[in-house]
Each structure stands twice: as C-alpha cells, then as structure tokens.
C-alpha cells in the first residue's frame, strides 16, 4: 500500500518541481512511510511522487516511480494486484526478463505488451495508477472496478493535480481551497460525500471502474474519462444469465471461489492477520484464513463496555472455535472519546459515519502486530445483508400499491408549505401502509414520505429513502439539491427489482464512498493495509448471478453465505442477527462531547463562517438535546464538517498531518 501525488503543468524556469513533488509526497507519509522517490521532466512539466508501505518485494527493485522495460511508461500505483503472479507467466512466454518481483514491474510489462487498459482488464486487485506515456506525452489514471483505493484530482491555475488524498494537492502552490456547497450538501444527505463530487471546488474524485487522461498542454478542465470496466453491464448480465445449479452447486461454488479469493489476498512479505467483529463476513474471511494457513492468523477486536455496542465476545468465540492467536481490546467512553475531535486528521474530506471510530481502533490495535489486515466488507451489498433492505423493499411495494394520482397528490400535500400544517393527520394516516414517521422529527420524516411518493423512477425512491437529511438547502443556503449522480439517469441501470436497485446502487456510491473510504482512511492512518476478499470482482460478478433465493430465504439475509459459515462456526454464531459497528454518539453529543459540539455549533461561529443557517442548525441541535427527535446522523454530519474547517484554519492545515498521525501511533 502507498500513495501517489503529483502533477502536468506548462514549463516555467520559476517552478521549483522538486521542492513541490516532495511537499505532495510528504502529505502521504501514513501511507507509505517505509520509502519514497519522485521524477520531474521539465520540458513535458510531468511530475511523479511516491510513498511506499513495502507489502511484496522489500527491494529497491519494487521502488516507484518504476520505468518499464523499455522506458517508454512511467507509473506510481497504490495497491496490490493479486493475480501478478499469474501474469507474470503469461509475460514470461512472451520473452519478458525481470529486474526483481514486484506486482509494479509485471504490470509496467504488461503495459508494453497488452496496453494499458487491456492491462488492467486482466488486473485482479485494488488500485489507483498514474502512468506517464513518454511517446505520446500523456497521463493516464486509474482506479480499481469497486473504488477500494481513493484518487483525487483537480486544477490549480492551468496546472493538472492529482493525488490518493486531498492533503496532496493541497500542498501545491495555488490550489483553491474553496468550499464547494454542493458538497457540503450531498455531506448532510448521506454522511459522506459521493464520487465525483469532493468538498473542495477545484477538485473531483475519480470514480471506480474508470481511466482518466490528459495530455501535456491540455486546457484547464480538458480531461477525458471513460470506463475499463462497468458495473451496469455487469449486473444485467448477470440477471439475464443466472445461476442455473442447485443450493449445494452453488455453495460450492461460492467456497471455492472465496477461497482462491482469500488465499490471493494472503501473499505478503510482512506480517499478515484479519479484523474479526464477530459478524457473517468477517468470521467467514477468518475462518477461509485459518483454513488455508498452515499457522494461527492473527486476528483483532475492539470491545466496548456498552452492551449495546460490543461483539468482542461473540468474536472471542469464533476466534477460540477456529484457533486463531486473538487480540482484543476494550474501550472505555473516556479513551474513545479523546480521539473524535482528531478524526479530521485521520479523513482529509469531511466524513460522517460515526463507526469510523472503531474502525481507526481495531486498525491501531492490528498495526502492532501486522502491516497487512484482511477485512469483510462487501458481504451486505452483495449478498442482500442490510437490515434496511427488507424494509426498503417492504416500504417500496407498500407505497408503489397506491394509484400513482393519489401518490402525486399526497407527495404534493406533504411537501408544501400548507400541507405542512396538516402533516400529522396525513403521515399518521399513511402510516397504515407501513410509512409513517419516525426516528427524526415529524417534519423530516413528512418531507421523506412526500420525496418517496413523489419519485417518478425506483433510483429516485432508493435516493431519497436512505437520504440522512431531505432538505440540505435548508441547513445550507444556496446548496445545489440533487446533484449527485445517483440522480443522473445516464447512470442508472434498469434492473426492474427494487432490491436488486438497492444493492447495485449501495455498491457505487455507499459501498464506495462510505465504507471502503472509511476502511482506507482508518487503516492507511496508521500506516496499515486493508484488504478486502469479498470484493474481488469474480466474487461481485457471482453474486449478481445467484437468485434472490439465495442470498434471503425464510427472513434470514446472507442465506448463502450463513450457509457457507455454517461449514467453519457453530451454529450460534452463523443464525445470529446482523449488527452494526458502532457507537452511541446520540449520547456522546449529550453528554461527554457537548462542550466540543457546543463550541463548534455556537450561532456567532456559524454565521460568521456562513456555510450552514445558524437558526436551522441550532433548531435541530437544541431538539436533539431535548430528547424530542434522535438527529444523531445530520448532526454528526455538521459536526464533521465543522471540525475538519477547524483543521482547515491557517496553523492547523494538512502541512503537519503526517506528523500528527505517526505522532500518535507512536504512543
């Protein structure tokens, strides 16, 4: 694992590249402290900078940027490519010669042989490369099919950035750092904020599945992007060719896949082991592991004293079943609480999902003993496992039963101003279908309803249904509402079962921009990389080609998969519910962290910062505080927001990142 920085800019005798690419490279230190290296070309303004973190070949044969063969292309990558190995073979028959055993040497051959896009075609693993084409002067960069690994790039004057975190570029003498209210907007909706989109104006993130190229002497903004693979495709395929063999054929098929999927994500030169929260998806990555190793595997849980919030000891019990050599460490309010005003450090871009938290413990505890940690995300958008699902799906068909007149007319009386006065009368009416309000404020829950029924296409209803805030405009004057592409029919793929719409667009935007960004940054902070079996895209492509029946069967979710765990655990641990992993901020914000939260919401901050309505916000703050509506997920989103422009102010930006992080896990 490692990060990559640099830039395409025009020739000028005044620009110190050096100085420059090692500033950008400096920003990347957590991610790859064990080695760095940069290369400029003057005359085509190109610059290259790396961080390594050495996983396969310790050499300086593996340093970055690395040259292929024949000169002719350059690359810095952040990733592991599994099946390198295999490559390597196939390039061996075709005469190729090997200076050591890096992943990046046989992918620069593979470049020169098949082409860049062929190359990464027949790439298993996760990825982001920058690749300079010394022939035809230009930049190529990629990202991973599922966006496990992150890539930012923007414009700063008539100078191409580029970078695996927004700190990079904010190194480079005259980027903007301009607050893009958009962003700040779609951050309120759902707690993170989806590709393209990135919090600052003159950046973007590249999204998964996709190459991006520009070329020496491009005009600002003349960029071309296009897919190397693409999820639509993908799934339709697979719906119109679906598994034809019977639950055991298909649970064979599934173990031997996961298998190889696993093993390949065992090869390392450095220390190995796995998170283990207890789970489906992680006790079955473990329990593949253990299968597999020849040793115990090392693996690692936080617990918390809060019953509510702690499955160390159901994972303590798989690890005891399976043999593994298990560490687990229980947390105490007071030690996790003194790390949330320092999350800004760990997530370059405001991010809102509150088990961020544990995710940066159960890393810092593993980063002790092992440099590489194998993880179980994917499992719920593959293999229908979210406890929202069901009821998604049951709030879909209950609303979609009314005539589409009647639906208009109550979206209509919802969502206006009279009809807001009259709300109560007709949300608790609806509730009969099985849509009444609830959880947050009776207003929020009304303006919901009234999204959901108004929603002319099922990739508007899952839009709206999982937004964590309807009314971002409301909180954030002047926001542009809707502007994810999650609202772009270009984007859409027409599956024609809403569940099968919630898994597809959870896996683009949810599982890409909230989860794996979670796991990267939480890891990466600490200096460790997170692997990911689960999403090996052989394992996506199966999984859209089992029936429903076998992914939810007799109101149990992950059927196939529980039934696959049931080979390795006891039957206890395969049939227990799904629980989430997190933490009770809406009591945190109560209580121990009312005075940070306090601090950063005071009404004079707020409207002298003028991003956010401080009557709006205060409003939600002080009915949170009262006990009459649980706003735990928008305010944290405020809050995040709020705590990383602290960070933002001069003397405490992203110059002094690194530091702060190997500062902290250094004691």
Same mark, same amino acid.
């Given at each position: 694992?490692?990060?990559?920085?640099?830039?395409?800019?025009?020739?000028?005798?005044?620009?110190?590249?050096?100085q420059t690419?090692v500033?950008?490279?400096?920003?990347?230190?957590?991610?790859?402290?064990?080695?760095?290296?940069i290369?400029?070309?003057?005359?085509?303004?190109?610059?290259?900078?790396?961080?390594?973190?050495?996983?396969?070949?310790?050499?300086?044969?593996g340093?970055?940027?690395?040259?292929?063969?024949?000169?002719?292309?350059?690359?810095i990558?952040?990733? !592991?490519?599994?099946?390198?190995?295999?490559?390597? #073979?196939?390039?061996?028959?075709?005469?190729?010669?090997?200076?050591?055993?890096?992943?990046?040497?046989?992918?620069?051959?593979?470049?020169?042989?098949?082409?860049?896009?062929?190359?990464?075609?027949?790439?298993n693993?996760?990825?982001?490369?920058?690749?300079?084409?010394?022939?035809?002067?230009?930049?190529?960069?990629?990202?991973?099919?599922i966006?496990?690994?992150?890539?930012?790039?923007?414009?700063?004057?008539?100078?191409f950035l580029?970078?695996?975190?927004?700190?990079?570029?904010?190194?480079y003498?005259?980027?903007?750092?301009?607050?893009?209210?958009?962003a700040?907007?779609?951050?309120?909706?759902?707690?993170?904020?989806?590709?393209?989109?990135?919090?600052?104006e003159?950046?973007r993130?590249?999204?998964?599945?996709?190459?991006?190229?520009?070329?020496?002497?491009?005009?600002?903004?003349?960029?071309?992007?296009?897919?190397?693979?693409?999820?639509?495709?993908?799934?339709?395929?697979?719906?119109?060719?679906?598994f034809?063999g019977? #639950?055991?054929?298909?649970?064979?098929?599934l173990?031997?896949?996961?298998?190889?999927?696993?093993?390949?994500?065992?090869?390392?030169d450095?220390?190995?082991g796995?998170?283990?929260?207890?789970?489906?998806?992680?006790?079955?990555?473990?329990?593949?592991?253990?299968a597999?190793?020849?040793?115990?595997?090392?693996t690692f849980?936080?617990g918390?004293?809060?019953?509510?919030?702690?499955? =160390?000891?159901?994972a303590?019990?798989?690890?005891?079943?399976?043999?593994?050599?298990?560490?687990?460490?229980?947390?105490?309010?007071?030690?996790?609480?003194?790390?949330?005003?320092?999350?800004?450090?760990?997530?370059?871009?405001?991010?809102? #999902?509150?088990?961020?938290?544990?995710?940066?413990?159960v890393?810092r505890?593993?980063?002790?003993?092992?440099?590489v940690?194998?993880?179980?995300?994917?499992?719920?958008e593959?293999?229908?496992?979210?406890?929202?699902?069901?009821?998604?799906?049951?709030?879909?068909?209950?609303?979609?039963?009314?005539?589409?007149?009647?639906?208009?007319?109550a979206?209509?009386?919802?969502?206006?101003t009279?009809?807001?006065?009259?709300?109560?009368?007709? =949300?608790?009416?609806?509730?009969?279908?099985?849509?009444?309000?609830?959880?947050?404020?009776?207003?929020?829950?009304?303006?919901?309803?009234?999204?959901?029924?108004?929603?002319d296409?099922?990739?508007?209803?899952?839009?709206?249904?999982?937004?964590?805030?309807q009314?971002p405009?409301?909180l954030?004057?002047?926001?542009?509402?809707?502007?994810?592409s999650?609202?772009?029919?270009?984007?859409?793929?027409?599956?024609?079962d809403?569940?099968?719409?919630?898994?597809?667009q959870?896996?683009?935007?949810?599982?890409?921009?909230?989860i794996?960004?979670?796991?990267?940054?939480a890891s990466m902070?600490?200096?460790?990389?997170?692997?990911?079996?689960?999403?090996?895209h052989?394992?996506?492509?199966?999984?859209?080609?089992?029936?429903?029946?076998?992914?939810?069967r007799d109101?149990?979710?992950?059927?196939?998969?529980?039934r696959?765990?049931?080979?390795?655990?006891?039957?206890?641990?395969?049939?227990?519910?799904?629980?989430?992993?997190?933490?009770?901020? !809406?009591?945190?914000v109560?209580?121990?962290?009312?005075?940070?939260a306090e601090?950063?919401?005071?009404?004079?901050?707020?409207?002298?910062?003028?991003?956010?309505d401080?009557?709006?916000?205060?409003?939600?703050?002080?009915?949170?505080?009262?006990?009459?509506?649980?706003?735990?997920?928008?305010l944290?989103?405020?809050?995040?927001?709020?705590?990383?422009?602290?960070?933002?102010?001069?003397?405490?930006?992203?110059?002094?990142?690194?530091?702060?992080?190997?500062?902290?896990?250094?004691?």
């Amino acid at each position: 694992m490692c990060g990559i920085a640099g830039f395409l800019r025009p020739y000028s005798t005044e620009f110190d590249a050096q100085q420059t690419l090692v500033a950008m490279t400096n920003a990347l230190a957590h991610r790859g402290p064990d080695a760095d290296g940069i290369w400029h070309d003057p005359v085509t303004g190109i610059g290259l900078g790396h961080r390594r973190l050495s996983i396969i070949d310790l050499s300086e044969a593996g340093a970055q940027p690395m040259a292929s063969p024949s000169g002719r292309f350059l690359a810095i990558y952040n990733g !592991e490519i599994y099946n390198y190995g295999e490559l390597r #073979d196939d390039l061996d028959q075709l005469g190729a010669t090997w200076r050591g055993h890096s992943d990046t040497e046989v992918v620069l051959a593979g470049f020169e042989q098949w082409g860049i896009e062929a190359t990464l075609q027949r790439c298993n693993g996760m990825f982001t490369f920058a690749i300079w084409d010394r022939q035809e002067h230009e930049l190529t960069l990629a990202r991973d099919r599922i966006g496990i690994k992150p890539l930012y790039y923007g414009w700063a004057g008539d100078t191409f950035l580029f970078g695996s975190t927004l700190d990079a570029l904010c190194t480079y003498p005259g980027f903007e750092r301009g607050v893009d209210r958009g962003a700040l907007g779609l951050l309120l909706r759902f707690g993170y904020i989806p590709a393209p989109h990135a919090i600052f104006e003159d950046a973007r993130k590249l999204e998964a599945g996709r190459l991006l190229t520009v070329r020496a002497g491009a005009a600002r903004g003349e960029v071309a992007v296009r897919r190397f693979w693409d999820l639509r495709s993908v799934v339709t395929d697979a719906l119109e060719n679906q598994f034809e063999g019977s #639950d055991d054929d298909a649970l064979e098929a599934l173990d031997a896949l996961l298998r190889d999927s696993v093993q390949k994500r065992m090869l390392a030169d450095v220390p190995l082991g796995a998170f283990l929260s207890g789970g489906i998806d992680s006790s079955l990555v473990v329990s593949l592991m253990q299968a597999i190793s020849s040793s115990k595997v090392k693996t690692f849980s936080i617990g918390f004293e809060d019953p509510r919030y702690n499955e =160390a000891e159901v994972a303590a019990q798989v690890a005891r079943h399976l043999g593994t050599d298990h560490t687990e460490l229980y947390m105490g309010p007071a030690e996790a609480l003194d790390l949330v005003p320092r999350l800004p450090d760990f997530f370059d871009e405001p991010f809102a #999902d509150s088990s961020q938290l544990p995710t940066y413990l159960v890393s810092r505890l593993a980063r002790r003993e092992v440099t590489v940690s194998l993880s179980g995300d994917g499992g719920d958008e593959l293999f229908y496992g979210y406890n929202r699902y069901p009821l998604g799906h049951s709030r879909y068909r209950r609303l979609r039963r009314l005539p589409r007149p009647i639906r208009k007319l109550a979206a209509a009386g919802l969502t206006s101003t009279i009809g807001r006065g009259a709300s109560a009368g007709v =949300a608790n009416l609806l509730a009969r279908f099985g849509v009444g309000p609830g959880g947050s404020g009776l207003l929020e829950q009304t303006q919901k309803l009234g999204g959901l029924l108004g929603a002319d296409s099922d990739e508007l209803f899952y839009y709206r249904l999982f937004s964590k805030c309807q009314s971002p405009a409301t909180l954030v004057p002047g926001a542009p509402e809707e502007i994810s592409s999650l609202n772009d029919p270009a984007e859409w793929a027409r599956l024609g079962d809403f569940r099968h719409v919630m898994m597809y667009q959870d896996i683009v935007s949810y599982l890409a921009d909230d989860i794996l960004v979670k796991l990267d940054r939480a890891s990466m902070a600490v200096s460790l990389e997170g692997r990911v079996p689960l999403l090996d895209h052989r394992v996506v492509e199966f999984a859209w080609r089992l029936p429903h029946r076998m992914k939810a069967r007799d109101g149990e979710s992950k059927w196939l998969l529980r039934r696959l765990l049931g080979r390795y655990v006891p039957d206890e641990v395969r049939a227990r519910p799904k629980q989430g992993f997190s933490v009770p901020i !809406e009591d945190w914000v109560r209580g121990p962290l009312r005075d940070w939260a306090e601090s950063l919401l005071d009404p004079a901050r707020l409207a002298d910062e003028g991003y956010f309505d401080a009557n709006a916000v205060r409003g939600v703050w002080s009915r949170h505080l009262a006990g009459a509506e649980n706003s735990k997920k928008l305010l944290w989103s405020v809050l995040m927001f709020q705590a990383w422009l602290d960070r933002e102010r001069p003397g405490n930006a992203s110059s002094s990142v690194s530091e702060t992080l190997v500062a902290s896990e250094a004691s």
